[in-house]
């Protein structure tokens, strides 16, 4: 059995109890050392083979996977944030099912998520933006001509890069092009929850500059919208004047 398990976004005790306990009990960790908090493996068995798979390729992991399947092991993959989101799962899973292996994923605080907590921001604001866009500004890997940056800010909607704190001048050229202004309100989270995290808030125009004055270029998300500004509309949820399922309105 393997299971995929999503590590959260840094700090230790933002595991899953369910992904806490499949490492407790695991045989064989693959770990992604390059942004796993390695706190995380204290919890695993004196004898467990712990492996980072920072250095290997998909095929030396799904090595590791066939020899623990073959002596009858349990074997936790485990990601950083949610497995979801940039976590190359999709290619183990159907290296998986080809070989009739049994799996299941485990969902962790994607870093999105920890880089709100962070902000003490809400990425969907009544009146400001009702949509989250999750992308990454174009670097080694290709970006799909329909989601190239600068039509994805046509939007105006709230927006979260990932990977891209090394490729932030042409990024906030690009954003700005689309539709965002100069002055619309950004921020930089730097290791969202660990230890060591980092907010720098800045405007979509100074991105770049924000960046570079701080040495940041990498593990880090880049946010934009106005949803880091000051202007919104409360909900409706919460409004006396608004009925729903579970409450009348009272004026
Ligand atoms: N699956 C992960 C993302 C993996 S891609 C998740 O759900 O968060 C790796 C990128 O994620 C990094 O380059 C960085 O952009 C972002 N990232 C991961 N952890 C982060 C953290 N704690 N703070 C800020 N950005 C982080």
Same mark, same amino acid.
């Given at each position: 059995m393997i299971h995929f398990v999503g590590a959260g976004s840094g700090a230790e005790d933002l595991i899953t109890l369910r992904g806490a306990k499949h490492l407790a009990q695991a045989d064989v960790v693959i770990y +992604?050392? #390059? =942004?796993? *908090?390695? +706190? =995380? =493996?204290? *919890?695993?068995?004196?004898?467990c083979e712990i492996h980072d798979s +920072? #250095?290997? !390729?998909l095929e030396e992991v799904l090595a590791v996977m066939d020899r623990a399947e073959s002596q009858g092991k349990t074997t936790v993959r485990l990601h950083t944030g949610d497995p979801s989101i940039y976590g190359a799962i999709r290619e183990q899973m159907d290296a998986l099912d080809a070989r009739g292996y049994s799996y299941d994923v485990t969902p962790g605080v994607s870093s999105f998520c920890g880089a709100a907590a962070a902000l003490k921001a809400e990425y969907t604001l009544p009146n400001v933006s009702q949509t989250v866009i999750i992308t990454r500004a174009e670097g080694r890997t290709p970006v799909p001509e329909g989601e190239q940056l600068r039509k994805l800010a046509s939007h105006g909607s709230t927006m979260v890069l990932f990977l891209s704190s090394s490729l932030l001048e042409k990024a906030q050229q690009e954003l700005m092009e689309g539709g965002y202004s100069p002055d619309t309100p950004a921020a930089i989270v730097y290791? +969202? !929850?660990?230890?060591d995290e980092k907010v720098f808030r800045c405007t979509v125009s100074t991105l770049a500059e924000t960046a570079r004055a701080n040495q940041v270029t990498k593990t880090a998300l880049i946010t934009v919208g106005g949803f880091l500004g000051s202007d919104y509309d409360r909900s409706l949820l919460y409004d006396p004047g608004f009925s729903h399922g579970c409450r009348e309105a009272s004026r």
């Open positions: +992604a050392g #390059s =942004l796993v *908090n390695p +706190a =995380l =493996l204290k *919890n695993c068995r004196p004898d +920072a #250095s290997m !390729t290791k +969202a !929850t660990w230890p």
